[in-house]
């Protein structure tokens, strides 16, 4: 993020019904970019015979070419061997690629500049590689279950902010004529029985919540879905009507194309009828059972798919490549490309502005040229076996970068906290000692004396195909890892200044560690990829003013959360009440809430001004269907602005939040939820304006009986803060 750039930064943070000012390719509104790529679909289709139609959608097997998905080329139309490739935060099996930050730590730092560039260099080295479709990003698992082993490769828990950042995202990754595929789809919350267990989730819940980000992803025409393992009601997400048919390509007007998971399709007829058009890998992981291919072609033969259907699959399939001009001077595939360029850079920026402040203090931070440093943990350092020596990260051995699973990749180097800490301690002439164990026994004598100890602790999760330390993909519990709560208890009975940085996929309890005295500061690192150790001295010693904000509410105890891994079906009996929207309407603090973070500097709010447009008028969306639904559901119909003025002693940047409160006309809706967000780097002493641009879905409420979005009448209640409690300024907008 710029300088100069607050003011823009500020009104784009927002302004979704603006992308295509970012987007000239889809402009307006995706509409007739797609008409003109379903024309150029049609005339190639004519050209196809049932047998191309039938490989189109069909992949070629599992490890039967070089991507994790591949489909046969069709000579007769110049279509290539398509290449799917994960994933959401890299090229998997890339050997000159860069290993970005995950999701959840490029919605920690609620920047959408580096969130886009995030997505634009992630699609430059998709093409690159010659991958057409990247698999990610990623809105399934939301997040709702706080052990949930795949939360971090979302965006946090909270729609609105997931939504803002798989649009962006897309948009990056499409940008540079690559398809992305927005997945998974949907209600996919936890590992475990996640190949059988049915989501049995509630109409509105289902909109307000887990279809909200999907529609960002349509609104900026995403060219692929991919539903997901688990059942939705009973019936699998691949061959599910209502969530396919029903919400994806009539509500929302999706016209690109819904891929399986790999091996998440049950039926020949069933996926073909109920709206999945492509089937990966193609086979099952033995190569044998294969549900498209030959079974498609006698279904079609026999009537029980139609023709209609069987074109209609190829069709999307088409369109989405025509979309993103790949019909023209593609590369070649090549997954060991060098593609990284100047991509570093992203990963250093992201991982540094999603570190979150949790506790500083006595001002402990940053760092001023200490004579003496003790960094302890066995996360302080790169895994001694190796930083790619764990088949998909799947392992918790040395410092933490992200997750483990498909949504993992390798990376070209990793700087750990000790080596970016040895290079600024030699330069300030300070002396580093290193602990590289988490054993508390003789930690004493490292700790001691220091002027300050730094403990590095993590907590790790993945996808349940591997099972790390008893944690099938899921975490077992909110706690630290590797005993890491008697670790930090340990450092800080030796030293009274101890600075606690946590590396995780997701929240942890840290009560244990926050009654311990001598724990001055808790430095909330997330998970920042190959660029760890630079991002946090970065943070650390204040080159950077943290600026991090938690995408996710770190409560008291587990419990607090009212969600956890459920070992039969899921019947979402919480409905929309998820993280801070439970916290909020149970009437339970949680230790950090969602939205939070500290800085070096301090920021005063002032001058709330609500303006509406002549379009803010209560009732539903009734507008002609646009990719992501009602035209009119996009439209910003008030304008909300505040003056935020760094009034502390350093240059830092604040990330002003504004939550919503419906008026009584919507039943039993979360006390407020979050509608708009801006990031201002300010000077000291200097101002900036944050301007949010509330659209008519962001008034809305999902109206189960009319089924319809609606604006309801009444007072909204507005209130713009620094996190969703620290609310410093209030309003109201009448409609
Ligand atoms: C699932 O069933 C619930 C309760 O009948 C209903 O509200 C919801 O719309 C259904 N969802 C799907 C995807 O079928
Ligand atoms: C900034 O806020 C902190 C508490 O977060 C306080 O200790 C400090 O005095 C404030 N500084 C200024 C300049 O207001």
């Known amino acids: 993020m710029m300088l100069h750039a607050f003011t823009l930064l500020a009104a784009a943070a927002v302004a979704r019904a603006e992308t295509a000012d970012k987007v000239p390719r889809a402009a307006p509104s995706g509409t007739a970019a797609w008409a003109a790529a379903h024309s150029s679909a049609a005339a190639a289709l004519a050209k196809m015979s049932q047998q191309d139609k039938v490989n189109i959608v069909t992949g070629i097997g599992w490890d039967k070419g070089p991507c994790v998905g591949n489909t046969a080329a069709i000579s007769s139309i110049n279509y290539p061997q398509l290449c799917l490739q994960d994933g959401p935060l890299g090229i998997r099996f890339g050997t000159g690629i860069t290993a970005f930050t995950p999701g959840i730590q490029a919605a920690s730092t ?9 997505g634009e260099y992630l699609g430059a080295e998709a093409k690159g590689t010659g991958v057409h479709v990247l698999l990610g990003p990623v809105a399934g698992a939301l997040g709702k279950i706080p052990h949930g082993g795949r939360n971090w490769e979302g965006f946090g828990v909270d729609p609105y902010l997931a939504g803002i950042a798989m649009a962006e995202t897309i948009e990056g990754i499409q940008s540079a004529g690559v398809q992305a595929c927005a997945k998974h789809y949907i209600v996919n919350e936890q590992e475990l029985n996640r190949e059988t267990l049915s989501s049995n989730v509630d109409d509105r ?3 307000e919540l887990y279809l909200w980000p999907f529609a960002d992803a349509v609104h900026s025409n995403v060219a692929s879905v991919m539903c997901s393992y688990n059942k939705i009601n009973g019936s699998w997400a ?31 007829n069933g996926a073909a009828n109920n709206g999945m058009d492509m089937t990966m890998p193609g086979s099952d992981y033995n190569g044998r059972n294969v549900l498209w291919g030959p079974q498609l072609n006698s279904a079609v033969n026999s009537n029980q798919v139609s023709k209609t259907r069987l074109d209609d699959m190829a069709k999307r399939i088409l369109a989405a490549w025509y979309l993103l001009g790949q019909n023209a001077g593609y590369p070649a595939i090549n997954i060991g490309a060098n593609v990284q360029g100047n991509h570093k850079e992203n990963v250093r920026a992201v991982a540094r502005d999603g570190i979150v402040l949790l506790k500083n203090d006595g001002a402990v931070l940053p760092l001023k040229k200490p004579s003496k440093i003790a960094l302890v943990g066995s996360a302080a350092v790169v895994n001694p076996q190796g930083m790619n020596s764990c088949v998909d ?3 918790n051995t040395g410092a933490l970068g992200m997750g483990w699973g498909s949504g993992s990749v390798n990376y070209p180097y990793f700087v750990a906290p000790y080596d970016a800490l040895k290079t600024r301690a030699q330069a300030d002439g300070t002396t580093l000692s290193l602990q590289s164990s988490d054993s508390t026994s003789g930690v004493s004598g490292v700790a001691s004396g220091a002027d300050v100890a730094i403990v590095v602790i993590t907590a790790d999760s993945g996808e349940g195909y591997i099972t ?23 450092v800080a009975a030796a030293n009274k200044n101890t600075i606690v940085v946590v590396h995780s996929t997701g929240p942890i309890v840290l009560e244990t560690i926050l009654a311990t005295a001598g724990v001055k500061a808790v430095v909330w690192a997330g998970l920042p990829s190959q660029e760890n150790g630079n991002a946090l001295v970065d943070i650390l010693y204040g080159l950077t003013s943290p600026s991090g904000k938690l995408v996710y509410s770190i409560a008291k105890r587990a419990e607090d959360y009212g969600t956890a891994v459920i070992k039969g079906d899921d019947t979402f009996k919480e409905g929309l009440f998820v993280d801070y929207r439970h916290f909020d309407n149970a009437k339970i603090e949680p230790r950090y809430e969602f939205g939070f973070g500290l800085s070096y500097t301090n920021f005063t709010y002032t ?24 035209a009119d559901l996009w439209e910003t119909i008030a304008t909300v602005t505040a003056v935020i003025t760094n009034s502390g002693a350093v240059t830092g940047a604040e990330v002003p939040q504004l939550y919503l409160t419906l008026p009584s006309a919507a039943p039993s809706t979360p006390p407020k939820q979050l509608r708009g967000f801006a990031k201002l780097k300010l000077e000291p002493g200097a101002s900036g ?14 109206d189960t009986g009319r089924q ?15 996190s969703s409690r620290d609310v410093r300024l209030t309003g109201s907008l009448e409609i």
Not at 110 to 118: A, C, F, M, P, S
Not at 714 to 719: D, M, P, Q, R, S
Request: with cysteine.
């Open 205 to 207: 819940s289902m909109h």
């Open 110 to 118: 609620w920047d959408i500049d580096l969130i886009r560039q995030r």
């Open 708 to 722: 319809q979005w609606v604006v309801p009448a009444g007072a909204f209640g507005v209130a713009v803060g620094a």
């Open 238 to 268: 691949c061959e599910n009507d209502h969530t396919q048919n029903g919400l994806l390509k009539k509500e929302l007007g999706f016209q690109g194309y819904v891929v399986s998971d790999w091996n998440a399709q049950h039926t020949t």
């Open 393 to 395: 990260k799947g392992c």
């Open 607 to 630: 001058a709330l001004k609500i303006t509406p447009t002549a379009a803010a008028t209560a009732g539903p969306a009734t507008g002609a269907t646009i990719p992501g639904g009602p």
């Open 689 to 702: 304006t944050a301007t949010f641009n509330l659209r008519r879905r962001d008034l809305s409420y999902w």
């Open 468 to 490: 790390v330390d008893g944690n099938v993909g899921d975490r077992q519990n909110l706690d630290p890892w590797h005993n890491g709560n008697q670790l930090v208890q340990a």
